[in-house]
Nanobody, 118 residues
Framework: QVQLVESGGDLVQPGGSLRLSCAASGSTNTIYTISWYRQAPGKQRELLASIDSIGTATYQHSAEGRFTISREHANNRVYLQMTYLEPEDTAVYYC????????????WGEGTQVTVAS
């Protein structure tokens, strides 16, 4: 399986931008899809965007147009570029990997905090 570590969370002003990074280690060649989720206080974890092993990206409504997911196979990283951030984007952002190694597996990172406030 794989281990995931998120980084890049910060305090940013409304309208600002931020790039999150997800570093994967372990059996990275078994990963099919990496996704970004977020969870705001008192709310359920929400899927934002996913990218598969050939670079096809999909976005949920809340991320489309403002967020961009990208993948660098060479250094086993997936990024989430976020623009025009709003206070409603304040949440813990998580990286998730789905892959296959003798069986399907699912791995989560510990999350990184993003706070949007003036």
């Amino acid at each position: 399986q794989v281990q995931l570590v998120e980084s890049g969370g910060d305090l940013v002003q409304p309208g600002g931008s931020l790039r999150l990074s997800c570093a994967a280690s372990g059996s990275t060649n078994t990963i099919y899809t990496i996704s970004w989720y977020r969870q705001a206080p008192g709310k359920q974890r929400e899927l934002l965007a996913s990218i598969d092993s050939i670079g096809t990206a999909t976005y949920q409504h809340s991320a489309e147009g403002r967020f961009t997911i990208s993948r660098e196979h060479a250094n086993n990283r997936v990024y989430l570029q976020m623009t025009y951030l709003e206070p409603e984007d304040t949440a813990v952002y998580y990286c998730h990997a789905q892959g296959y190694q003798n069986a399907w597996y699912s791995s989560w990172g510990e999350g990184t905090q993003v706070t949007v406030a003036s």
